[in-house]
């Protein structure tokens, strides 16, 4: 490489102040800025603006240049591997990235790498040096202009040869470069660091950057990931964790911190199985969108192939191993799963007990329940301003049902002495309120209470107008109706018992799990943390359909919506306050927010809670227990 200074790594500042220096207008660095990034030009000479006098300036002491493409291979997909060469010693490699919305390309930062972790052939070769922001802002240069009919970059990850954080003035510098508006104008979501944990580092670009980090863990304690990624020993996963949460705080809610991807993967036998979403080669995620089906795991970057049961099929060069063929050596690291009634369950920690331990006795109440086969018709994640124990406190009472879901009582008994609230050692909870019976606080209200239910009882062919002047045996004979209609309209109810066909049966899983089942249907819900703030939550509503045999489309009157079994279901995503959740869990959500702003008051000195909401102390007694032990403590 020249001597010269080379302008393509400079900030739009720094070539402002470049011009400056050798006596020109500072605005003449923001064109040569454009002309670079913007329009792909590094010829002086066709800098048509700059004038023949500043243009023999700049060509005696500076000069713009991009690493020396070597080769370039292309895989069957369209993705693109560049080999480039920096100097007599120093090659990279870079890596652009097809996809249906976007281009993504995989950058490196330094020519080798010190690390040597356990899954990355870079270390076997040892470090050489790190690069210059030239060299690392020419390799999305070459990416967007090299080619004529190029499609631009969308999305950067640095995640190709070497540590970004080893070298981090110059990736910070270039992070600048690929945001400013005056080129590349990539916005910081679209930007991640992936790093392996530099601990000092990542507390040092606290605060000096917003791009997001992805944490290559790789082991979910620090035995086995000092064996993986040798880093550990001098920074312990703890301190990672704690200087990635120090980074979150630096930064706005929306931005965030991948730490690990999961593949689920379904045998053609049926055997679901998971694993870490990382090539067992240099640690590139094979998976980069969320669903769909593949035949087998291919790497973007090198073209590795795992099948589905997570072994090493095939590589390329295979022969060039001198250790040995990779090939059913670097195998796919499993994930501990378990599947349940169609739900799948992954826990990083081998040592947990197993899944029908963890949920007893909630797995043998609803052995029959044929929750497999039902159907999402109804699919809702929000973002809310609410802390997640709000959600699931909220569904382990039902002491608020007949204020905040005022249609509720008629057509259910939701008073607390109707109801059968019980709790299990295994830390969930249950509880049963009559359906299908209005309650006694609105009895009186014979027209209101036939227009509520009336919708409910129609398809089993049953007049709600027949019911005036005894309200009180439509719940039993519905059930009756049930069981005389269950084959005709395409159901089987034969092992179920009669509370079942028209109750709510309503499980609260520990921690945050909640749903109220039917034989032909249930509501799913989730309260998750949110990643950057105590104060919000992600919430989950599903809800799910069984749809009798032989019909296609089904009015649900839960939904209150015409479903179709062909239909694939939208998943409606936002904040709360732009998304509706759904029918009676948007009365819940409205709650939340007021609910989290009066817990956070210094007015508030704490809960007074009567007997019906024992459900929500359990809980809490239950995460007392899970952080602290049976010592407890304050959650």
Not at 68 to 91: Q, R, V, W, Y
Not at 124 to 140: A, C, M, P, V
Not at 511 to 519: A, G
């Given at each position: 490489m020249s001597k010269k200074n080379n302008l393509l790594g400079l900030t739009r500042e720094e070539l402002q102040d470049y011009l400056i220096k050798i006596n020109e207008k500072p605005y003449r660095g923001l064109q040569i800025f454009e002309w670079i990034h913007n329009k792909g030009i590094i010829d002086f000479d066709s800098m048509t603006n700059l004038g023949k006098d500043l243009i023999e300036k700049l060509k005696q002491d500076s000069i713009i240049e991009i690493p020396?493409?070597?080769?370039?291979?292309?895989?069957?997909?369209?993705?693109?591997?560049?080999?480039?060469?920096?100097?007599?010693?120093?090659?990279?490699?870079?890596?652009?990235?097809?996809?249906?919305?976007?281009?993504?390309?995989?950058?490196?930062?330094?020519?080798?790498?010190?690390?040597?972790?356990?899954?990355?052939?870079?270390?076997?070769?040892?470090?050489?040096?790190?690069?210059?922001?030239?060299?690392?802002?020419?390799?999305?240069?070459?990416?967007?202009?090299?080619?004529?009919?190029?499609?631009?970059?969308?999305?950067?990850?640095?995640?190709?040869?070497?540590?970004?954080?080893?070298?981090?003035?110059?990736?910070?510098?270039?992070?600048?470069?690929?945001k400013d508006q005056k080129c590349y104008s990539l916005s910081k979501r679209r930007i991640t660091l992936s790093t392996s944990g530099i601990v000092p580092e990542i507390e040092a670009i606290t605060g000096k950057t917003d791009v997001s980090l992805a944490i290559s863990l790789h082991a979910s304690n620090d035995d086995l990931r000092n064996e993986i990624v040798p880093i550990n020993k001098k920074y312990p996963i703890r301190d990672l964790l704690l200087s990635s949460k120090n980074y979150l705080k630096s930064l706005n809610s929306k931005s965030y911190i991948t730490v690990e991807y999961i593949l689920i993967d379904k045998a053609k036998e049926g055997l679901i199985r998971c694993f870490y979403n990382v090539c067992q080669h240099r640690g590139n995620q094979l998976v980069q969108i969320d669903e769909g089906n593949l035949e087998s795991f291919s790497c973007a970057y090198h073209a590795w192939k795992f099948g589905l049961d997570g072994k090493l099929n095939w590589v390329p060069d295979e022969e060039d191993f001198s250790q040995g063929s990779p090939c059913g050596k670097r195998n796919l690291i499993e994930i501990k799963s378990e599947v349940w009634q169609g739900f799948i369950f992954f826990n990083l920690d081998d040592n947990s007990k197993s899944l029908s331990d963890y949920l007893s006795p909630i797995m043998e109440h609803l052995e029959d329940y044929p929750i497999s086969d039902m159907i999402r018709t109804h699919w809702v994640t929000v973002e809310g301003d609410w802390n997640w124990k709000c959600v699931q406190d909220n569904f382990n009472e039902s002491y608020h049902t007949p204020y905040v879901h005022p249609a509720l009582k008629y057509y259910a008994e939701e008073k607390y002495h109707a109801c059968q609230f019980d709790m299990y050692e295994s830390m969930h909870s249950r509880m049963l309120m009559p359906g299908f019976i209005p309650s006694e606080s609105v009895i009186n209200e014979e027209d209101k209470v036939i227009e509520m239910i009336a919708p409910h009882i129609e398809y089993w062919d049953m007049n709600a107008e027949d019911y005036r002047g005894r309200l009180l045996d439509i719940r039993e004979d519905l059930q009756k109706q049930k069981r005389k209609l269950d084959k005709e309209k395409g159901y089987d109810f034969s092992k179920f018992k009669d509370t079942q066909l028209t109750d709510h049966y309503h499980y609260t899983i520990f921690?945050?799990?909640?749903?109220?089942?039917?034989?032909d249907g249930m509501q799913w819900l989730r309260g998750s943390p949110h990643p950057t703030d105590p104060t919000k939550c992600i919430f989950d509503y599903w809800y799910l359909t069984l749809f009798p045999k032989g019909v296609e489309t089904y009015f649900s009157p839960s939904l209150g919506i015409e479903t179709s079994i062909d239909t694939k279901v939208p998943h409606l995503q936002g904040h709360y306050s732009e998304v509706d959740v759904g029918p009676g869990i948007s009365e819940d959500v409205a709650i939340w927010t007021s609910q989290q702003k009066g817990l956070s008051s210094r007015g508030y000195i704490g809960d007074y809670m009567p007997e019906q909401e024992n459900r929500i102390r359990y809980f809490h007694e239950n995460i007392d227990k899970y952080l602290f032990g049976n010592s407890g403590g304050d959650a």
């Open positions: 020396e493409i070597i080769d370039i291979s292309t895989s069957s997909e369209g993705t693109k591997k560049f080999l480039l060469k920096l100097d007599e010693d120093s090659f990279i490699e870079m890596v652009k990235i097809p996809e249906k919305k976007r281009q993504t390309l995989c950058i490196s930062s330094q020519a080798g790498c010190a690390l040597k972790c356990t899954f990355c052939a870079t270390g076997y070769h040892g470090f050489k040096r790190n690069l210059t922001s030239s060299e690392i802002i020419g390799q999305l240069w070459i990416a967007n202009y090299y080619e004529d009919e190029s499609e631009r970059v969308s999305n950067v990850v640095f995640m190709g040869m070497g540590e970004p954080l080893m070298n981090t003035t110059n990736v910070l510098k270039t992070i600048n470069i690929m921690p945050n799990m909640s749903f109220s089942v039917k034989p």
